[in-house]
C-alpha cells in the first residue's frame, strides 16, 4: 500500500474573473482520480487548490500527509484547464518542485502537461502523463508499490504516454487520444473534500448551493479550434439510471440546491434523457441543474425531456450570428436553429446562455454585426464572450502559430487577449463584449428609452472607431476551413 497525495492546480484566487464570479466546484476528475487509487487499496488524501488561499497552503498540507507519491491531476471537467491559464501553470511548477524537494515522486496529468510537459518535467516532475493518462498512472502505481526504491528510468520504462527526463532532454512515449478508460467508475471520493467550506462560500456569495456531476466523458464534434487532448473526439455516455442515482445520492447526502453538469454535451439522445427523468421522478432524486449543449441536439422531444428531468438552464455554444464564420469554424450549426433552440428551450421553461466568441480567422465587421444581430433576435437569458484562443493540437492553432510570439497563455480568463492577429485589435473586442453584455442586461429590465439611446450611442461610436482598431495585416481564412464538417453519430 501506498501513501498517495492527489491535488491539483486550479486556484481560484488566482483568477480574478472567476473569484469575482464567485461558482467554485470541487474538482470533479481529480477525486474519480482518488476514488480510484483508493479502490486499489492505497491510502489517499487530498489537496483542493480551489478554495485554497494560495500556493503556499500546499506545502503544510503535504507535511501533514507525509506521501510517498503525489499526483497532480487536474480537473479535466473545469474548462478553464484547457485554457491552460500562465498563472495556474507557475503554481503547478512551485508545488511540484516542493513535493520532488521533499522526496516524494510526483506525477503530472492535465491538459497542460499533455501539450507542454517540459516545464513540469523542469520543476522535479518524474512523469508527465499524455492525455487522461489512466493505464499508465495505474503501471507506475503498482511499480511503486512492489518497489519503493526503483529508480526513474525504470519506473517509466516501456509505458506509453508517458513524458520524462533524460540526459539529453525530454523523452515522450506519445499515444494519440484515447477513449475515456472505463476503469473510472463508480462514486468520486467526495469524502475527501471539505464540502461544508464550498457550502458557505455559496451561500455568502449567491445564497445557495451548487455542486457538480458529469454523464459523459469527451465531445464527438470537431469544431476547429476546440482542443481535445484529453479525449480526443471520443464521447463516453454513462448509463441514465446510474446518473440519475448519482443526483439521487447527492441530494440526499449533501442537499446541493442546484447541480452543474460538466458535461461538453450533456445528454446527446433525447431517449437517454427520457430515461435519465424518468429515474428521477421514481426516486424523488431530482435537482435543478444546468448543462452546456448544442443548438442542434436542442430537438422538441429534448427539450421537453431536459424539462421533465428538472433541466433549470442550458448553455449553447452559439459562437457566432454568422453563417460564414460557423463554417469556418466547421461549427455544424447553423444561424436559424440557434434561434429555434433558444425558442423551444425557453416555452419548456429552461433558461437559455450563449456562448459567444469574437475574433475568429476570417470574421470581419459585418460578421461581428451579425452576432450583435443574433444575440437581439434570441435573446437569450445571458451570454458568455470570449474571443478565439488558439490552443495545441488544433487546426485554428496551426493556422496561427508562426504568429504566437512569447504571450502563448492567458495569465487568467478575464485577460481577453488576441494573440494572433484578428480583423481587429484587444480593445476593440473587449469594448465590443462589453456592449453585448449590456445589451443583454437591457432587455432584461424595465423599459428605459435613456438608456437604450445611451447604449445606441455607444454602438454607433465603436463602429466608427473601428478602422482605426484594425490590424494591418490580419490572418487570411484557409481555404480548408472552408470545407463542410460531418457531424458524429452515436
Known amino acids: 500500500m501506498l501513501n498517495i497525495q492527489v491535488g491539483h492546480s486550479y486556484f481560484l484566487r488566482y483568477d480574478r474573473k472567476q473569484w469575482e464570479r464567485g461558482k467554485p466546484y470541487p474538482p470533479l476528475a481529480t477525486i474519480q482520480i482518488a476514488a480510484l487509487l483508493r479502490r486499489m487499496g492505497h491510502e489517499l488524501s487530498l489537496f483542493d487548490a480551489m478554495l485554497s488561499g494560495g500556493v503556499e497552503d500546499f506545502l503544510p498540507a503535504f507535511r501533514d500527509a507525509a506521501p510517498d507519491l503525489v499526483v497532480f491531476y487536474e480537473d479535466n471537467f473545469n474548462f478553464l484547464t484547457k485554457m491552460c491559464l500562465g498563472r495556474m501553470r507557475e503554481a503547478a511548477c512551485r508545488m511540484i518542485g516542493e513535493a520532488h524537494a521533499a522526496g516524494a515522486r510526483v506525477i503530472v496529468a492535465g491538459s497542460d502537461a499533455s501539450d507542454h510537459p517540459e516545464p513540469f518535467l523542469a520543476a522535479g516532475a518524474d512523469a508527465v502523463l499524455t492525455g487522461e493518462g489512466i493505464g499508465a498512472l495505474l503501471a507506475l502505481v503498482d511499480r511503486l508499490e512492489r518497489d519503493p526504491h526503483i529508480n526513474d528510468e525504470a519506473w517509466t520504462a516501456g509505458l ?13 512515449a506519445h499515444v494519440g487520444p484515447q477513449p475515456p478508460d472505463p476503469r473510472v467508475v463508480g462514486q468520486p471520493a467526495w469524502d475527501l473534500l471539505d ?38 473526439n471520443h464521447y463516453n455516455q454513462r448509463p441514465a439510471r446510474e446518473v440519475a442515482d448519482e443526483m439521487t445520492w447527492l441530494k440526499r447526502t449533501y442537499r446541493p440546491d442546484h447541480i452543474w453538469m460538466a458535461d461538453d454535451i ?7 434523457v427520457g430515461e435519465f427523468a424518468e429515474r428521477l421522478e421514481e426516486e424523488d432524486g431530482s435537482i435543478p441543474f444546468t448543462i452546456q449543449t448544442r443548438a442542434d441536439l436542442a430537438s422538441e422531444r429534448m427539450c421537453a425531456a431536459l424539462a421533465k428531468a428538472g433541466c433549470a438552464e442550458a448553455w449553447i455554444g452559439a459562437e457566432s450570428g454568422s453563417q460564414r464564420v460557423l463554417d469556418r469554424m466547421t461549427k455544424g450549426t447553423s444561424v436559424s436553429e440557434l434561434i429555434g433552440a433558444r425558442h423551444r428551450l425557453g416555452v419548456h421553461g429552461i433558461r437559455v446562455g450563449f456562448f459567444i466568441q469574437l475574433g475568429y480567422i476570417g470574421e470581419q465587421l459585418d460578421d461581428l454585426l451579425a452576432t450583435r444581430e443574433l444575440v437581439a433576435d434570441a435573446a437569450p437569458d445571458d451570454i458568455g464572450v470570449s474571443v478565439s484562443y488558439p490552443l495545441p493540437g488544433t487546426k485554428f492553432f496551426e493556422e496561427v502559430k508562426a504568429q504566437l510570439g512569447r ?82 453519430l452515436l
Not at 202 to 227: D, K, Q, T, V
Not at 266 to 272: K, S
Open 160 to 172: 506509453p504516454g508517458v513524458a520524462t527526463r533524460t540526459g539529453d532532454g525530454v523523452r515522450r
Open 407 to 488: 504571450k502563448t497563455h492567458w495569465e487568467d480568463s478575464a485577460d481577453l487577449a488576441m494573440m494572433f492577429r484578428g480583423a481587429y485589435d484587444s480593445d476593440f473586442y473587449r469594448a465590443f463584449r462589453d456592449l453585448l453584455h449590456e445589451q443583454v442586461t437591457l432587455r432584461q429590465g424595465p423599459a428605459d428609452r435613456n438608456a437604450e439611446a445611451s447604449l445606441r450611442k455607444r454602438w454607433d461610436a465603436l463602429i466608427a472607431s473601428e478602422r482605426t482598431h484594425r490590424s494591418e495585416a490580419p490572418t487570411p481564412a484557409s481555404p480548408m476551413a472552408l470545407q463542410s464538417v460531418a457531424l458524429p
Open 266 to 272: 450533456f445528454g446527446f439522445r433525447a431517449d437517454w
Open 195 to 232: 464540502v461544508e467550506r464550498y457550502r458557505r462560500f455559496w451561500h455568502e456569495r449567491h445564497g445557495y448551493f451548487s455542486l457538480n456531476m458529469a454523464a459523459s466523458r469527451g465531445c464527438p464534434f470537431r469544431c476547429n479550434w476546440c482542443a481535445k487532448p484529453i479525449w480526443g
